[in-house]
């Protein structure tokens, strides 16, 4: 069985401050995507990262894939309030259309 | 862009109570899922299906069944709702993995209370 575990479980912290989320697995995926979700509503697609070291950005969000495609990273750089959500990492597994999804990572900027 | 609906945002059902949750997405998608997310547990896999009539177990079929007559429609009863149903079912949907990368594109989610 294939496990995404992500860290930290939960965050809280100032707006202005960096942070950095983690997805770790022991098992390679052939995609690796991160949502955001907000309370109530449903997770809404970030980013996807498919190549081994591949780096995206999005505004003041960076994005890692890892070089053996096994863990992934998502660092926000001055956070605002409006980045509260919760982070999910998910896992693309060749030859399945389905998703390996981690529990997530709930974070909270205080203004 | 991708667009996903759900039937309903909230539900309160009694027990034993049959309940259908509906989703349809605009984007001519093979792949259609049904989740429940519940915290501490994260999101877990109800059921899938890859095309019309076409379905698959997911993790925690137990209780549920589903429906998917047309494409863009994917429905998630259950047969006799209990207390331990009580959840945010979330909907979603997917072009094939191998030109999609498995993205999905989720739905606004159904919080479904059963007393």
């Known amino acids: 069985t294939q496990l995404l575990e992500q860290s930290p479980q939960f965050l809280s912290i100032q707006e202005g401050e960096n942070l950095t989320v983690y997805c770790n697995s022991s098992?390679?995926?052939?995609?690796l995507q991160w949502y955001r979700q907000e309370p109530g509503e449903g997770p809404v697609l970030l980013v996807t990262v498919v190549t081994g070291g591949e780096v995206k950005k999005l505004k003041r969000l960076t994005f890692q894939f890892g070089d053996a495609r096994k863990d992934s990273s998502l660092h926000i750089t001055a956070a605002q309030p409006g980045d509260t959500g919760l982070y999910l990492c998910a896992g693309g597994v060749g030859g399945s259309e389905k998703l390996v999804f981690g529990k997530g990572t709930k974070l909270t900027v205080n203004p | 862009d991708v667009k996903v609906t759900q039937s309903s945002r909230y539900l309160v059902k009694r027990t034993g109570e049959k309940v259908f949750l509906e989703c349809v997405q605009d984007m001519d998608h093979e792949n259609m899922f049904w989740y429940r997310q519940d915290p501490g547990l994260g999101l877990r896999l109800i059921y899938f299906?890859?095309?019309?009539?076409?379905?698959e177990k997911g993790d925690i079929p137990e209780g549920y069944s589903v429906s998917r007559e047309k494409k863009e429609r994917f429905s998630l009863i259950l047969e006799s709702a209990s207390t331990n149903q009580t959840s945010m079912y979330l909907c979603?949907?997917?072009?094939?993995?191998?030109?999609?990368?498995?993205?999905?594109?989720f739905g606004p989610g159904t919080r479904l209370t059963v007393l």
């Open positions: 979603a949907s997917s072009a094939p993995g191998q030109s999609s990368y498995n993205e999905q594109f």
């Open positions: 299906s890859y095309d019309v009539k076409m379905k």
């Open positions: 098992s390679v995926f052939s995609s």
